[in-house]
């Protein structure tokens, strides 16, 4: 079982629409980070957060910790946030573990 | 402030070759990381540095997998030999502690 978990894999969605992606991992965690990866580009952070909610234009990402979860939204998506996303967490035990990612495409 | 450098940017060798690729870290950032990323899955962590220190190489197969990071800056991850299951994207990664962590652009590696 991977200790983040991460829905849904794939995801298209036309432009102009709300996308969420989810989270949850099992572990003790420090923070929680949100990634985005380019087809063969490399990984920027968007996100680090420890509680509560984040904002950054059009992105926002939002953590409940009693719940392990992890929410990223997309709002008035655009093709250029077709990307895969990934959820990291940074454990107490400073290890990092990753999702898998979820490959957003998102059609003119 | 000048990311995380990697090279090569890509690499093709043949099996049970060696290879080597190279990481400058964010200037200041203690932590250093390695993962490698097979098409289609998340990055696996190969194995992470505090400084000069190894605080975790748990998933690095050491029979023909190798870093180093003598003097806590710059780091090398070789593979010796080479098989085709090591074809993936090798990302290296750095970070203060408690803080975002930034990605290299990442070593294609192709084993034919």
């Known amino acids: 079982k991977n200790e983040v978990e991460q829905s849904p894999q794939n995801l298209t969605a036309q432009e102009g629409e709300f996308i969420t992606i989810n989270c949850s991992y099992s572990v003790g965690i420090s923070a929680l980070h949100w990634l985005q990866q380019h087809p063969g580009g490399g990984i920027v952070s968007l996100f680090m957060?420890?509680?509560g909610k984040k904002k950054h234009g059009r992105l926002i990402a939002t953590i409940n910790i009693q719940e392990k979860h992890s929410s990223l939204h997309i709002t008035a998506s655009h093709p250029r946030d077709s990307a895969v996303y990934i959820c990291a967490v940074r454990s107490t035990g400073n290890q990092f573990y990753f999702g898998t990612g979820t490959s957003l495409t998102v059609i003119p | 402030e000048a990311g995380v450098a990697q090279s090569p940017r890509y690499k093709i060798i043949e099996k049970r070759q060696s290879v080597a690729f190279w990481c400058n870290p964010i200037?200041?950032?203690?932590?250093l990381y390695w993962y490698q990323q097979i098409l289609g899955q998340g990055p696996k962590l190969l194995i992470q540095f505090q400084n000069n220190g190894v605080v975790d190489d748990s998933q690095l197969p050491k029979d023909r997998f190798s870093a180093e990071r003598l003097k806590g800056v710059d780091s090398t991850l070789k593979i010796q030999p080479a098989k085709l299951e090591d074809s993936a994207v090798y990302l290296c990664?750095?970070?203060?502690?408690?803080?975002?962590?930034?990605f290299g652009n990442g070593t294609r590696l192709t084993v034919t």
């Open positions: 957060l420890s509680s």
């Open positions: 990664a750095s970070s203060l502690l408690r803080a975002p962590i930034h």
């Open positions: 200037s200041g950032h203690a932590t």
